[in-house]
């Protein structure tokens, strides 16, 4: 029986026989998840490292990059780095988790961590993967974790359960949490280097192997910091801050209609000194990130987080919002919103990215219909039907005949809409993405738009030039939930 490879975690190794040991090819790694993180980060581990299996419990992701290709659409580089390195035999694909845990010592997991429907962390992706881990864990590995995770899931949940599954004592494989700061669209460049990276481990001898793997890694700095726990912390403060961050937008920009301004001039003039960096309103926070990282600090301490859960509310509440104005713009024209037809233009939660979970579009569809509206969808990554929206073909537009739009998602598409063939509707643009001045629609700028005219403008008026006196009556801003 040959061999095992070289160990990360034992120290057997100086730090310079693990880098070469590393980058000339002799230490296999396994990533587990070939999603829209896991395949580019299974790639860059490729092209550094040149033994890599990836892992998929989905056999046509893994048939997929078997033959060379990349299922993930929207991400720079990737589809050319997966073929390069699939075809140079530095990374190969399989759904057998356990084989591929029993050839690897550096066992990289980056599986979804969801929240459940009572808002618990949901880390039984993670865990199943663990299994597999387990299985084939030997004395001498590294575990990274870069999944993100409630504070305390590496010391208190991943750690014992791969000890207890593996049989192997305390000591004798490292764990470490390494959080990917990548986002949808910028993959590559983001772990590639484009910020520094986290690690931090459940023991000196975890965060050293993971310091030293992640050197080679990225051109950035490595930060480690004291365990992996507060590697834990740091990731999820850095999506809290951003949910906290961006209702603080959205509760300003509901203050726009009643200033009789534009909040997003207002935003951005304000963020001219860098003691200010308010972000950017609109109905709602979507994606994988950012709506679930708050719920694993709600759900697992004691101390009251009154900040945070009234953030996560006033977000949440942000798509009934849109539609309140939308009705409120629909009343001022004589159509009863239970009686109009709206299309939803925008499904997944970002532009260009085919994700739709907890996306603002799906509670934007679920309010129009609570309020009997007949509602159609335009996305071009994603089938509207499958939200609840009738599907209409971006090309279709001008063939159709709506009394509202509501712009959710601006795909770069949209900017093909031929808005001066469409028959007159109102359009409530929840991310100041569309100019409909001189096209005959009522447009409603949630916020206001960025070239200073306050939310609601006729387009025949074109340059939104008016004060607070003409503004309209205050507004319910709360989207009909008490927050
Ligand atoms: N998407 C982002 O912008 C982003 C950014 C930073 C961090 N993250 C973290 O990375 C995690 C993964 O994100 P993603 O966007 O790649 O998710 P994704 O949904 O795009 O991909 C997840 C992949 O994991 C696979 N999978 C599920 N269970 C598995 C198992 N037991 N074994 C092996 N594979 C399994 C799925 O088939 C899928 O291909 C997120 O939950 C988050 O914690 C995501
Ligand atoms: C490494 C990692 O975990 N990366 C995450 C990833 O997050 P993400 O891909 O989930 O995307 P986000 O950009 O956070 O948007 C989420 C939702 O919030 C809406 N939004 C956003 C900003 C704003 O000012 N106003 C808003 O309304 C937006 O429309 C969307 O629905 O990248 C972000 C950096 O881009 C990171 O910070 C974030 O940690």
């Known amino acids: 029986m040959s061999a095992r490879p070289p160990a990360p975690y034992d120290g ?25 993180m896991g395949l580019p980060l299974a790639g860059v581990y490729a092209e550094t490292a040149g033994d890599v299996v990836g892992v998929d419990v989905d056999p046509a992701v893994v048939e997929t990059v078997a033959e060379g290709r990349s299922h993930v659409v929207g991400e720079p580089g ?172 959205n509760e300003l920009g509901r203050l726009a209609d009643e200033l009789g301004i534009s909040v997003r001039e207002a935003i951005d003039t304000a963020n001219g000194i860098p003691v200010c960096q308010l972000h950017e309103p609109g109905p709602g926070v979507g994606g994988h990130c950012i709506p679930y990282y708050p719920h694993f600090l709600l759900s697992r301490f004691e101390e009251p987080m009154p900040v945070m859960r009234t953030a996560r509310e006033l977000n949440d509440a942000m798509p009934s919002v849109v539609v309140d104005r939308l009705a409120d713009e629909l009343a001022a024209t004589g159509t009863d919103l239970a009686e109009a037809s709206v299309a939803v233009l925008g499904i997944t939660y970002r532009p260009g990215v085919e994700e739709t979970r ?39 537009l001008p063939d159709e005949s709506f009394d509202g739009a509501v712009v959710v998602t601006p795909h770069e598409e949209f900017e093909a809409i031929p808005w001066r063939d469409l028959e007159p509707m109102v359009v409530v643009d929840g991310r100041d993405a569309v100019d409909l001045s001189g096209t005959g629609h009522r447009q409603y700028t949630f916020a206001g738009s960025r070239g200073g005219s306050p939310p609601a403008v006729d387009a025949g008026e074109g340059d939104g030039a008016s004060d607070a006196s003409e503004s309209p009556e205050p507004r319910r801003t709360d989207g009909g939930r008490d927050v």
């Open 78 to 249: 990737l589809d050319e780095l997966v073929a390069d390195q699939v075809a140079r035999g530095r990374l190969e694909a399989t759904t057998d988790g356990a084989a591929a845990a029993a050839d690897a010592r550096i066992h990289a997991i980056i599986v979804p961590t969801l929240v459940t429907e009572d808002d618990e962390p949901d880390l039984t992706t993670v865990e199943s993967v663990l299994e597999d881990v387990a299985a084939g864990l030997a004395p001498g590995d590294l575990v990274i974790a870069e999944s993100t995770l409630p504070p305390g899931s590496c010391r208190d949940v991943l750690y014992p359960h791969l000890r207890q599954e593996s049989g192997l004592e305390r000591g004798a494989f490292g764990l470490a949490f390494c959080p990917e700061r990548t986002s949808s669209g910028r993959a590559l460049r983001d772990i590639r280097g484009a910020y520094p990276k986290v690690v931090g481990g459940v023991d000196a001898a975890s965060t050293r192997a993971a310091e030293l793997i992640y050197d080679e890694i990225t051109s950035n700095e490595v930060h480690a910091v004291s365990d992996a726990t507060t590697a834990e912390a740091v990731k999820v403060f850095e999506g809290v801050y951003r949910d906290v961050n961006i209702a603080l937008a």
């Open 12 to 36: 057997e190794l100086s730090a310079e026989e693990l880098r070469e040991r590393l980058v000339g090819g002799e230490i296999p790694v396994a990533v587990y998840g070939l999603g829209k």
């Open 358 to 396: 907890a996306s603002p579009a799906i509670g934007v569809i679920e309010a129009l219909r609570e309020a009997g509206a007949d509602v159609a969808g335009v996305d071009p990554l994603v089938d509207p039907a499958e939200y609840g929206a009738r599907p209409v073909a971006l090309e279709d």
